[in-house]
């Protein structure tokens, strides 16, 4: 499949007609359309988001999906179908009830390896673009930042960037600890442009991340000891 290298922003017809195409070719045409939106976000370069609710047997039912596709960076056109094809397998597990444990589990892993070899493609865990193009969403410049891994008792990892004051890190800590799903939140200090994606609050809104990616990030950071009543460095 010959692929242009040309930078290029989405938009809505390029997308569906990317869609269409690539559930025919790689899907079955087993995905049912849904609603496709740009988006300026500096959290995602394509997300897939929908509602869920729990049926008479106890199982989640997924419903309502949409699709966004970011437009704050110039992207090649091969950045952009293999983001729109991240995107799609996440849809097609949801839509068909497939649990895969956590965000890129083995089931994403094994499709992505799949259309990877198949139509030569080069699809990723974590969405990397090119570092001008990674630069130009984040922003290079170092900022301090404090912030959480949170770890949930099923097992689930999030990261959270906090205010960088003291009465505000306690606030999110305490008042997560509070919720009987948290197993642990270590904390860190990191001037790591990577974190600029992240925005900072005490919402108790979390994100999702790639382990591996999160891994290189943690390398150079800070741990810092909270016991819900004050910080310190870890020695």
Not at 50 to 55: A, D, F, G, N, S
Not at 167 to 196: A, C, G
Not at 199 to 225: C, N, W
Request: aromatic share 12%; proline share 5%.
């Amino acid at each position: 499949m010959p692929f242009k290298t040309s930078s290029m922003k989405p938009t809505i017809p390029y997308l569906k007609q990317k869609f269409d195409e690539f559930n025919t070719l790689c899907f079955g045409g087993k995905l049912a359309p849904l609603p496709i939106k740009l988006s300026d976000a500096k959290t995602y370069m394509g997300n897939v988001s929908y509602r869920k609710r729990r049926k008479i047997n106890g199982q989640w039912e997924y419903y309502d999906f949409t699709m966004r596709i970011n437009t704050r960076i110039d992207t090649s056109e091969e950045e952009l179908e293999d983001t729109l094809l991240h995107e799609m397998i996440h849809y097609y597990l949801y839509a068909n009830h497939i649990d895969d444990g956590k965000p890129h589990g083995p089931h994403f892993r094994q499709m992505m390896q799949t259309l990877n070899e198949r139509y030569g493609r080069h699809i990723t865990i974590s969405h990397k673009s090119t570092q001008e193009s990674r630069a130009q969403m984040l922003g290079t410049k170092p900022t301090k930042h404090i912030f959480g891994i949170i770890t949930t008792k099923n097992g689930e990892r999030y990261v959270k960037v906090v205010p960088r004051i003291q009465s505000r890190v306690l606030y999110f800590h305490n008042e997560m600890m509070r919720t009987d799903k948290i197993s642990s939140i270590q904390w860190y200090f990191s001037n790591d442009p990577y974190f600029n994606q992240f925005p900072s609050s005490v919402s108790m809104r979390v994100f999702y991340f790639d382990e591996e990616e999160m891994t290189q990030h943690l390398k150079g950071a800070i741990k810092i000891h909270c016991d819900g009543k004050s910080l310190r460095i870890e020695k």
